[in-house]
């Protein structure tokens, strides 16, 4: 599995001929193909792509992935997080969220392998949300500018000062990810 970030909150996960593309934006709109796997944290529309875009809550299945997509906000700005599974490893994607989601929703997360947080939240929140669902590997998300500030009091925070960035995450099995203290990324832009 290699996981891409394209800015703001939209990464790209392959793995095999599966392509999984988490809220496009204007840097992987033009590149998506019908084939895709294109999900949505908020109420935003893709332009331009002929393809089916799984913007809605719910639980369904497509191309052997397996989706949870949980609201957070409702109304005409709603906003998901959404949990969906990859060939055995649970990846979760907090989405746009402006304030921590409640026991009930990390619930109904199942176990989490992976955790794409963004830095939309204080440190303190961050951190706790963190905790509270004991990924393997947490990726930190930073919606529009690179907000360094808040990544370095994350990474403080939790041990984990002066981590570099790379430009992608490749995990080949889930026991890749088997360590005793969660693991955490940052990427650049790819």
């Known amino acids: 599995m ?9 990464f790209t996960i392959k793995e095999g001929k599966v392509k999984v593309v988490l809220d496009p934006n204007e840097n992987t709109q033009k590149d998506l193909v019908t084939d895709d796997v294109v999900i949505t944290t908020g109420s935003e529309k893709i332009k331009g792509f002929k393809g089916k875009v799984y ?3 719910g639980e369904y299945e497509t191309k052997g992935v ?3 997509s949980i609201p957070t906000e409702y109304g005409a700005n709603e906003k998901r997080v959404l949990s969906f599974e990859l060939e055995g490893i649970r990846i979760c994607n907090l989405g746009q969220l402006k304030k921590p989601i409640t026991n009930d929703q990390i619930g109904e997360l199942g176990n989490v392998d992976i955790l794409i947080v963004p830095l939309t939240l204080k440190t303190k929140d961050i951190v706790e949300m963190v905790e509270e669902i004991d990924p393997k590997m947490v990726i930190l998300s930073m919606i529009g ?8 009091d ?3 925070e939790v041990g984990q000062e002066g981590l570099a960035e790379e430009d992608r995450i490749v995990v080949k099995t889930k026991s890749d990810l088997d360590s005793d203290n969660i693991v955490y990324k940052l990427l650049s832009l790819s």
Do not use: M
Request: glycine share 4%; aromatic share 12%; net charge negative.
């Open 2 to 10: 290699e996981i891409r970030w394209n800015g703001q909150n939209s």
């Open 55 to 57: 913007d809605w809550p």
């Open 66 to 68: 397996l989706v949870y």
């Open 145 to 152: 500018e690179p907000e360094t500030t808040l990544v370095a």
């Open 154 to 156: 994350v990474l403080k």
